[in-house]
């Protein structure tokens, strides 16, 4: 029922931002975490960041202190506000929500490319 729109990626220099928005339509039931992975070429899938419907947030070590998770519950999005930009952060973030009951849903990514 729920389908997440993800938008706010693009091509940024290093030490540049970027924020990306994911905004959920439908109902959400039973919210566990929603957050973003990111795909790179010949890497592996990685949890970058997840925030619960309690508010406590996650980081992978690689974007601690440089990213940061928030939502605004009112609007039913969710936003990764990302600083000093490196170019291995270069990937496809896909944001997701885990629900406890409705299970997993996947937006459709959005390319996020930082050029040295």
């Known amino acids: 029922q729920v389908q997440l729109v993800e938008s706010g990626g693009g091509l940024v220099q290093a030490g540049g931002s970027l924020r990306l928005s994911c905004a959920a339509s439908g109902r959400i039931f039973s919210m566990k975490t929603m957050g973003w992975y990111r795909q790179a070429p010949g890497k592996q899938r990685e949890l970058v960041a997840a925030i619960t419907n309690g508010g406590s947030t996650n980081y992978a070590d690689s974007v601690k202190g440089r990213f940061t998770i928030s939502r605004d519950n009112a609007k039913n999005t969710v936003y990764l506000q990302m600083n000093s930009l490196k170019p291995d952060d270069t990937a496809v973030y896909y944001c997701?929500?885990?629900?406890?009951?409705?299970?997993?849903?996947w937006g459709q990514g959005t390319q996020v490319t930082v050029s040295s």
């Open positions: 997701y929500l885990d629900q406890w009951v409705a299970g997993t849903t």
